[in-house]
């Protein structure tokens, strides 16, 4: 099975068609305000419309209003809504559009039951956790505390970079990864030589 590659946080129209063209199979546009990735509806609408079909356009919020992701909705065409805070299983369900649902690992946390729990979502995103940033950050957690037996597909984030993809797939076996900062050149700016070996190294990970 061939590893699916998400790249979050793009921020103009012109890096996400490199970023398809490189092979990317989600891009991930951010509607959380605090976010160096943060989008307007305008700019986001602009890259959403020029990303070629068959890859999928995620939009990220975090604990936003119903009202804001429901305006998002109606300007900007999304396929997968993904949610990075607390949200409630039956706000996740509410907005008529599938949802992946992330979370943040930490030891002592039940992720079957967590998945059990949002089991409308159409996969799991699992991140690092660092206090006081929700995503985004380049932190990495331990792999081991993922449990083999998950229920719902698992997207491995968290730290990701070129140079340790390859060994994430490997170890982990995950349905897809994402990645953020470890494509960037600087916090927002996204580097087009990282993002096309981001891919190479998700894609040609030994089995
Ligand atoms: O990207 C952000 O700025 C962001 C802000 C708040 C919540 C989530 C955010 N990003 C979510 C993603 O899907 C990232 O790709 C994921 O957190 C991994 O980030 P990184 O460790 O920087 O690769």
């Not at 949200?87 to 946390?109: D, H, M, Q, W």
Request: one cysteine or more.
């Amino acid at each position: 099975m061939s590893i699916r590659v998400k790249i979050c946080g793009l921020r103009d129209p012109e890096t996400a068609i490199q970023a398809a063209h490189f092979g990317a199979d989600a891009l991930g546009l951010v509607f959380y305000e605090p976010s160096p990735r943060h989008l307007s509806i305008e700019l986001a609408r602009s890259i959403a419309l020029a990303i070629p079909p068959f890859i999928t356009r995620v939009g990220l919020f975090v604990d936003a209003p119903s009202d804001y992701v429901q305006s998002v909705l109606k300007g900007v065409p999304l396929d997968l809504l993904q949610f990075h805070g607390n949200e409630t299983p039956e706000y996740c369900s509410s907005f008529n559009t599938p949802y992946i649902k992330a979370v943040r690992v930490r030891p002592g946390l039940d992720l079957v039951k967590y998945c059990q729990i949002y089991c409308q979502a159409r996969g799991l995103l699992c991140d690092a956790y660092v206090e006081g940033t929700p995503g985004g950050t380049g932190a990495g957690f331990d792999w081991s505390l993922i449990p083999d037996n998950l229920p719902l597909p698992l997207i491995l984030s968290g730290g990701l970079d070129p140079e340790n993809v390859a060994t994430a797939v490997s170890k982990v076996r995950p349905w897809a990864v994402d990645v953020s900062s470890g494509v960037e050149k600087s916090k927002g700016v996204k580097d087009l030589a990282k993002i096309e070996a981001f891919i190479a190294g998700a894609k040609n990970a030994p089995k």
